[in-house]
């Protein structure tokens, strides 16, 4: 009827598909706060080159949407067609959480973004500051909607047990539980760095191509003054965070360190590079730092972190696969954090825009950000198995009933249909990117020919033809 | 039953059936000129097919997503249930909507010697889509079993003549939809074109309608008594006199060269099928065993997430007819949204 090769299938299923999403909905929260910034600024100051960023930016924000709705359409569905069991027990909670989500996304697409992308020439410029705004603003509250269901799957509470499945007793409670908070501002700030280091990489693959102008180079320098400012706030939230994941979940915790046994009454070392193995149940090649872990994780030099050996060897997620993701995640953190120190001694030099190593390296770090947030979301995710509600229900008993072929032949087709489809949209944003900013022209822009322009359809804001190459003036 | 006598789980059935209708309708016409692509070989005229649903299909398609998630959160149960046993037909109409979408942003920015790629992704999502559509909802109508809260049918349990043929159905459907919406919307070679398509299109489907209407009482014996019992069979007798009224209507507005009110027509035939399924199953909400009430969640989570319904739902309405009316019209060749 039902075997661990489904489950699998089911959970590499659903793996793929919120990865390939999040990568969207990260950066349509990131632009969408900068496009604010950005005309709030140009308002405020009414200098073009302001003007000019909103506009270039506006459309790769919107093609990101368009993909990032395309996308979710799935996600929407996924909860009950491959994790029906879970659905039952816990939907009258994550049901409605999910519910606000899509409304509030729903009446952002449906408001604001149509006069955000084509009203710039039918509406004042106060009313239109006004719909970049809401549209920042919702993106938030999208991000409010779904990670507080899904730190409620990581902490629950507010709720009781009846005849099998979770009933919501307090609704404040659940969606203000003890992982929330910091999850929320974990994960809105990596959208802020994803983004500032997507802006910071494109600015720095124009300048490496001659294209210095100073819309490149306002890019350049906003984008690593995020960096110097948000990805130190980042590193802190992040320990705070987990602080709070070593209280609620400590298995995470001990195999995120790789840690497995506590021999004497000593203080716990960090392990700095190893290779967990869960079945010898100790981590090889394991180069560790006296002291550092217990400084680290209890702020003290003698208390002791839980160790994997004290929890049942079902209850025990994969340390080999969450110990190096979160390294990959805080090693990236760090060079992140080089980055906005590099930025600020070059900028006092003045080679901030000159100096080619730097411009690569930055260039190189475009990514970064998106796979940092990747592998902290792998790192949550495998850390808190083998449990989809911690401590209420386990994975195994979460999913639909479905057979290794159905399983395989979706995962195929969802496989083959994303690389496809989103390759080319992907592709289509990189290409916008490569155009660079120009200077924007009232009254000709986006209204060409007295053509009409629809309000609704994201990706429709830029004309750019899909195959010709682009020209880089 | 809710608070204060207020029944929680009837609004929420009433939201979600508004909701999928919104979807049906809207989506359906947008489909159908996917279906009527092959038919119209030309390529200006397929900009202009595209143009005319271009400034409001992703509209149109969130509907979808709304009915998924509020399903989801006020009948969990049924969510569930219906989800896992519909999972292949529902993956298949996702990969469909998905090269859909994709195909209609991308044809018109690919170059001419690429566009064709884009019209067959098109043609092929919009076809997929609808078929497992109708795969659904015929599954849906032939019933899900379920023990212990849990499906209990089998993997292919779609994979019957009867979910099958509701899918070329609905195929049929969306080509008429999308006919007539073509009627409001064209002028010149396509209308005329199109109104040489919609008569034949209008007589396959009132076959399709008539088979179905057959077939659904023999294979479903609580349906069958539910139709010809005594009490029920006015309301019966009367959405059926009413859909043959809608028929002639169609025929005779279009003998007549309406532009409007073929595409009127077609709605309320598409409208009076919806209802007359609804009242079918009522009040089941996975038919055959379970109802509207035993699938509900909580009085606290349908209310929860009714307020935000309640203060949204009216807004999107009110944007939705807005942008309906800035796009009125007719669209010729040549015009563009882009």
Request: glycine share 10%; aromatic share 14%; hydrophobic share 55%.
């Amino acid at each position: 009827m039902f075997n661990l090769e489904a489950l699998d299938l089911a959970r590499i299923q659903f793996a793929f598909t919120v990865s390939f999403h999040i990568i969207f909905p990260a950066i349509t929260i990131g632009l969408a706060s900068f496009l604010a910034v950005l005309e709030g600024l140009w308002l405020k100051t009414h200098n073009d080159t302001y003007r000019d960023l909103y506009h270039f930016w506006s459309k790769i924000f919107a093609v990101n949407f368009g993909m990032g709705v395309v996308s979710g359409l799935v996600m929407a569905y996924e909860f009950g067609t491959n994790w029906s069991r879970f659905s039952d027990f816990a939907g009258s909670i994550t049901g409605p959480l999910l519910t606000y989500e899509v409304l509030t996304a729903f009446f952002l697409e449906a408001g604001f973004l149509g006069v955000m992308l084509f009203g710039w020439n039918r509406v004042g410029r106060g009313l239109h500051f006004f719909a970049t705004v809401m549209v920042a603003i919702g993106t938030l509250i999208s991000t409010f909607w779904i990670l507080a269901s899904n730190s409620w799957m990581q902490t629950p509470q507010g709720f009781q047990i009846i005849d099998g499945r979770v009933m919501p007793m307090d609704w404040l409670a659940i969606v203000f539980n003890p992982s929330f908070p910091y999850r929320l501002a974990h994960m809105a700030i990596a959208a802020f760095v994803a983004t500032a280091f997507f802006v910071g990489s494109s600015a720095a693959w124009h300048l490496l191509r001659g294209n210095d102008t100073r819309q490149v180079r306002k890019m350049l320098s906003m984008a690593l003054w995020m960096a110097l400012i948000v990805a130190p706030i980042q590193a802190v939230v992040g320990d705070a965070h987990g602080l709070n994941t070593l209280e609620h979940q400590p298995a995470k915790i001990a195999a995120i360190e790789g840690h497995w046994e506590n021999a004497d009454n000593g203080p716990t070392p960090l392990v700095l590079f190893g290779l967990p193995d869960m079945q010898a149940e100790k981590t090889r090649y394991a180069l560790e730092i006296p002291y550092l872990g217990s400084l680290i994780l209890t702020h003290s030099l003698d208390k002791q972190i839980p160790a994997l050996k004290s929890f049942a060897k079902e209850d025990r997620p994969n340390a080999t696969i969450i110990f190096w993701s979160f390294r990959v995640m805080a090693g990236l953190g760090m060079l992140m954090i080089l980055a906005g120190l590099l930025g600020l001694a070059l900028r006092r030099s003045g080679g901030l825009y000159r100096h080619r190593g730097f411009l690569r390296f930055v260039m190189w770090m475009g990514p970064s950000g998106l796979v940092a947030m990747l592998a902290g979301w792998i790192t949550t995710e495998v850390g808190r198995q083998p449990w989809v509600v911690y401590g209420l229900l386990r994975t195994a008993d979460a999913a639909s009933h479905h057979s290794v072929a159905q399983m395989s032949v979706s995962l195929a087709l969802f496989v083959v249909i994303y690389f496809s489809v989103f390759t080319v949209g992907i592709g289509y944003m990189m290409k916008l990117v490569r155009k660079g900013p120009q200077p924007h022209h009232e009254h000709a822009a986006g209204n060409t020919f007295g053509q009409v322009v629809t309000p609704r359809r994201p990706l429709s804001a830029d004309a750019e033809n899909l195959d010709t190459d682009a020209r880089v003036n | 039953m809710g608070i204060q006598g207020i029944d929680l789980s009837l609004i929420w059935g009433v939201i979600i059936a508004f909701g999928v209708m919104m979807y049906v309708i809207m989506d359906g016409f947008d489909l159908g000129l996917g279906i009527l692509f092959p038919l119209i070989p030309d390529e200006r005229e397929r900009d202009v097919m595209m143009n005319t649903v271009a400034p409001v299909w992703d509209g149109n398609e969130t509907w979808l997503v709304l009915g998924g998630a509020a399903l989801y959160g006020a009948f969990p149960l049924a969510y569930s249930v219906i989800l896992e046993a519909l999972y292949l037909p529902l993956i298949l109409m996702l990969c469909g909507l998905i090269f859909r979408g994709v195909a209609f942003e991308f044809r018109f920015k690919a170059s001419p010697q690429k566009r064709h790629i884009w019209d067959l992704a098109f043609i092929g999502g919009s076809l997929l889509a609808t078929f497992a559509q109708g795969v659904v909802i015929g599954a849906y109508i032939a019933g899900i079993p379920v023990v212990d809260r849990q499906f209990a049918g089998g993997t292919l349990d779609w994979l019957a003549p009867f979910p099958l043929f509701c899918g070329v159905g609905l195929i049929v459907a969306y080509a008429l939809l999308g006919s007539t919406w073509l009627l409001v919307k064209t002028e010149g070679m396509l209308e005329s074109r199109m109104r040489l398509f919609t008569r034949p299109l209008a007589w396959l489907l009132l076959a399709v309608i008539g088979v179905i209407c057959i077939w659904t009482p023999i294979l479903h014996p609580d349906i069958a008594t539910r139709w010809f019992a005594h009490a029920h069979l006015v309301l019966f007798g009367g959405l059926a006199l009413l859909a043959a009224l809608a028929f002639f209507g169609l025929l005779s507005t279009l003998r007549r060269r309406h532009t409007h009110w073929p595409f009127v027509f077609t709605l309320a035939l598409v409208f009076l099928g919806y209802i007359g399924l609804a009242f079918s199953i009522w009040p089941n909400i996975v038919p055959p065993s379970i109802s509207l009430w035993a699938a509900a969640s909580p009085p606290t989570s349908q209310l929860f997430i009714l307020i935000g319904a309640l203060f949204i739902l009216p807004i999107i309405l009110m944007y939705t007819v807005w942008s309906y009316y800035v796009f009125r019209g007719k669209v010729r060749i040549g015009d563009g949204y882009h």
